[in-house]
């Protein structure tokens, strides 16, 4: 059995561990007065988690008065990553709107040198989406992607200065006559004005760097006057390397005028761990925004392919342009719609 003392003792050490990661959570809602406290708000789900698991024994300790107040604390941040935890248990469908026309965008993070590039393309095949979004567009996915050149013709695709992390818009409708797709100067974005069914909609894939220290935070930056051209209805998925409650994502989301969907959930993890621990541990980085006349329905994770990142498929519907929206908030899902929200 234990001493008092070395009981003591462990429960100081607890409560020194509950005490740092309260103050990497609190860094974390600090984002936007330096990248450096942006970093922290990633792991808000991990470490809300593991705050709580500490607090839970010391509750029966001397620092129970701490405790309780660091629990509560936890739950608290805990709460305001609500729409990216995993669910456990299936969700009921969306029911699709019977007088319009449903579309679906596949986002996927390649990697950039995937060893199973048919389950790649085994997916697309299978899901047969309007438009892919790709990230981690490498030379080995540039001849691969040529495999699929007849069923996705209209095509743009942007190499990233290391021939690595390139980014690519595949789609099986047509580019606007008289529109002309655009890549980022230095790769991060491709953008394409496409034709559904009559309406011209803005479809952009955008990767972006690591957080700080990385060069995340300059990167978008960048990016402004290319997030700011987006046409009034867009489209826009990528792997941010960002949280959507960020405040990364959030300027993203400002600077193009941009609402962002709900999270599919966690959809990163190290490629050395398990598909089924990154289900439920990983990072929701895999980002859709959206704005205008553009309603998303649905998202779901699919199935690995041999990425350390679980691709996205978003449905969604457009309204024709007499029927816009006053509110751009109306084009991503509505909190009241996040319990019928089919994920895995």
Not at 51 to 57: D, E, F, G, V, W
Request: net charge neutral; charged share 15%.
């Amino acid at each position: 059995m234990m001493t008092g003392a070395r009981l003591k003792m462990m429960a100081g050490l607890a409560f020194l561990a509950m005490t740092a990661l309260s103050a990497a959570l609190l860094a974390g809602f600090f984002g936007t007065l330096h990248p450096a406290l942006d970093s922290f708000s990633h792991f808000r789900i991990h470490f809300s988690v593991l705050m709580a698991l500490l607090a839970l024994p010391l509750l029966a300790s001397s620092f129970r008065l701490q405790a309780a107040a660091g629990l509560l604390f936890a739950i608290a941040c805990l709460a305001t990553t609500a729409s990216a935890l995993p669910r456990l248990w299936p969700q009921p469908a969306v029911a699709k709107p019977a007088d319009q026309a449903v579309y679906s965008l596949l986002q996927m993070n390649l990697r950039f040198n995937n060893p199973t590039p048919k389950k790649v393309l085994s997916l697309i095949g299978r899901t047969n989406p309007d438009v892919i979004t790709l990230d981690e567009v490498s030379e080995m996915w540039t001849t691969e992607l040529g495999y699929i050149a007849s069923a996705y013709p209209y095509r743009i695709l942007c190499p990233y200065p290391n021939g690595m992390f390139g980014v690519a818009l595949l789609s099986r409708r047509p580019f606007v006559a008289g529109t002309t797709p655009r890549c980022e100067p230095r790769g991060a974005m491709a953008t394409a004005t496409i034709d559904f069914g009559g309406i011209d909609v803005d479809v952009a894939a955008i990767h972006l760097s690591w957080p700080w220290p990385k060069e995340q935070y300059w990167q978008i930056g960048e990016l402004v006057q290319t997030l700011a051209g987006l046409g009034e209805t867009a489209i826009m998925a990528g792997d941010c390397n960002a949280v959507p409650w960020s405040a990364a994502v959030r300027r993203v989301a400002a600077f193009g005028g941009l609402t962002v969907m709900p999270s599919a959930g966690p959809t990163w993890i190290h490629r050395t761990l398990p598909d089924a621990l990154r289900r439920y541990a990983g990072l929701p980085i895999d980002q859709v925004f959206s704005k205008g006349g553009l309603t998303i329905l649905s998202s779901k994770r699919l199935e690995d392919t041999g990425s350390d990142h679980l691709p996205v498929l978003v449905e969604f519907t457009l309204r024709p342009d007499d029927k816009q929206p006053e509110n751009d908030h109306a084009t991503a899902l509505a909190a009241s719609d996040l319990s019928v929200k089919p994920q895995s």
